[in-house]
């Protein structure tokens, strides 16, 4: 069962919330507008889905809603952002413009986050650069669920990265993708309508295949895109570790098995070696390497020339990234955005503990 | 069967070989480090298993001796450098060195490349930067052999990331991969073996699955990272397109299913959008985000924990990335290095055709 609300009323809605939270205006506006960029773009286990978890968070104290967000190391080019355990929603973009403020003088921007919390989807971040003519890149470490190729260790999170490139006539590029071989979300998913995962999503506690969707609640894990090592896991691995080191390590966030959980309930872990969440972001001026114009034509036929690539039969055509989450924005921005019931239910007891109207 | 050679011997005939093709010494001593590299690090299809074929190219006319490798555009923290046609294994390290000095004066230096050639093994000119305690970042498109998601037509190559990053008593962490589900390498030693590939590594012409690992000679193509959808292909089709994108179309070198082909008798394609193959570098001062001993001891911390993950029954240890090329080279530096035969008769017919001895 599905309830089914209009864009402006679920961003009112996290925007009050937001603002019940102690949020400033403009911080719960651009929170609100990240959150539910997610359900938008078809992203549902990102956006109000999360937002009781958020609320969960800050009741325990580990959300400020009133955050120093500040550069506490910089250069030329680069910057490490303390969040000040703010929402990643909002330390998140203000972070990327920093990335793209250092890319308008430098070229390029570079900007490592510590002390921050869960950002939204990655995918939002990235295109905050195409309107500057710039190529946005953002990646952040996320609560372990993942096992290394070889390991039945929850070691890392599903350490999304997201790439937007702009194009002409053409809408732009954008990857938005987890480092697994499904993101969580499709996880959740196929647990409300108990299904089975397809093999190679997950792996018993034992290490073991298996097509329960609900193993991570028996102590099983993710598994790193390329399912396992004959298909390519390693690098699905390297990948997520990759994601996880920029993020936390280079910033001084916590990383690896040490990353924050995401549920209020869980414990922390012992031993954390760093603050928070940790989020990377890059912002790359098109002009820095040849002009944006010539660049932009040349994206054109890139993204024509793939489009028109002969499909497999039983396809009839070939999808270029961000496709599917332009069309399903096209829809969602003017039309319902379907939620399931469990979140609508969620989100009423939100409205009822702060006094709102959804 | 296998032919064995010292690593000198390797290295010293390669060296020979790019002098007799007229590159200067220092270049032919750059490329031959560069080649030879890949064999003592295990990656065989990418050391003297090519040296032939970058003949072939330098008798075609496509690989210039002595290349005019220059900065033809630039900011404070990027640059384009036209490779001149020059062999991949000289343009490459200096285009690299050009980030590396870029990101001494700016925190990090961005460098893409046009008019290039093959370069070898990416994770050579990532390892570049450890030695500057900067993270590297090397990769490189490549002939169209592989399919997006939903396709059977050849638009990508098997485009390689490479990401290296220093630690301090732990050896440093170091990513290279194709980013399709198999390496062109390994298809290569299936069929020299007359062995059956896994599903998900190649596809027939029409679109149907199969193990045959000699089916690129039949219109076949090779799979992105993720083999199909539902396992994630899309995600691996992404990062082939963003290796293709930066590598050339941020360079003007050619893209897609326009990148020069490696086999010297394979026509060029028509109407190519850029010049030659196209790479990008990257290199990140660690210190340009926090101090560099600080974040190495935090490297050390994070490769242990990764490497004391429980690991799954059947496997003894869990791997680092960087792990297995590493005890190789361990290995091969002073030991031999083993050649098929079938490269080592390659290697003969070279060294008759310039006079020299293997």
């Not at 031993?271 to 660049?295: S, V």
Request: with cysteine.
């Amino acid at each position: 069962m599905e309830v089914m609300y209009s864009y402006d009323r679920l961003f009112s809605f996290a925007r009050s919330v937001f603002v019940k939270m102690g949020c400033t205006d403009a911080d719960a506006n651009l929170a609100a507008g990240v959150l539910v960029s997610a359900d938008l773009r078809g992203i549902d286990s990102h956006g109000v889905a999360r937002l009781s978890g958020y609320v969960r968070l800050w009741e325990a104290g580990r959300i400020n809603a009133t955050p120093d967000i500040r550069i506490v190391h910089e250069s030329p080019s680069t910057a490490v952002v303390d969040g000040g355990a703010g929402l990643g929603l909002v330390v998140a973009p203000r972070a990327m413009n920093i990335a793209i403020e250092k890319a308008r003088i430098c070229g390029t921007g570079w900007v490592s986050v510590t002390n921050s919390n869960h950002f939204g989807i990655a995918g939002y971040h990235a295109m905050m650069a195409l309107e500057h003519d710039m190529i946005g890149i953002a990646m952040t470490n996320a609560s372990a669920l993942v096992a290394p190729t070889f390991s039945v260790e929850r070691m890392l999170g599903t350490n999304p990265i997201a790439v937007a490139i702009p194009a002409g006539s053409q809408p732009p590029f954008v990857a938005d993708m987890a480092t697994t071989t499904a993101s969580n979300g499709k996880l959740e998913i196929l647990q409300r309508k108990h299904a089975d995962a397809p093999l190679g999503w997950v792996q018993n506690a034992d290490g073991t295949e298996t097509v329960n969707a609900s193993v991570l609640k028996e102590g099983g894990v993710m598994l790193p895109l390329g399912s396992d090592r004959e298909h390519g896991s390693h690098k699905g691995y390297a990948l997520g570790s990759i994601v996880d080191i920029f993020s936390a390590v280079l910033s001084g966030a916590s990383y690896g098995p040490w990353a924050p959980p995401f549920p209020a309930y869980v414990p922390m872990p012992q031993d954390m070696p760093g603050k928070g969440l940790g989020h990377f972001f890059g912002a790359m001026r098109i002009d820095a390497f040849r002009p944006a114009e010539e660049f932009k034509s040349h994206m054109d036929r890139w993204i024509g020339r793939f489009r028109d690539a002969r499909p497999a039969p039983g396809h009839d055509r070939v999808l270029v990234p961000g496709d599917p989450e332009r069309e399903m924005e096209a829809v969602r921005r003017t039309g319902e955005i379907p939620v399931f019931e469990s979140v609508a239910n969620d989100l009423a007891l939100v409205a009822e503990k702060f006094g709102i109207v959804l």
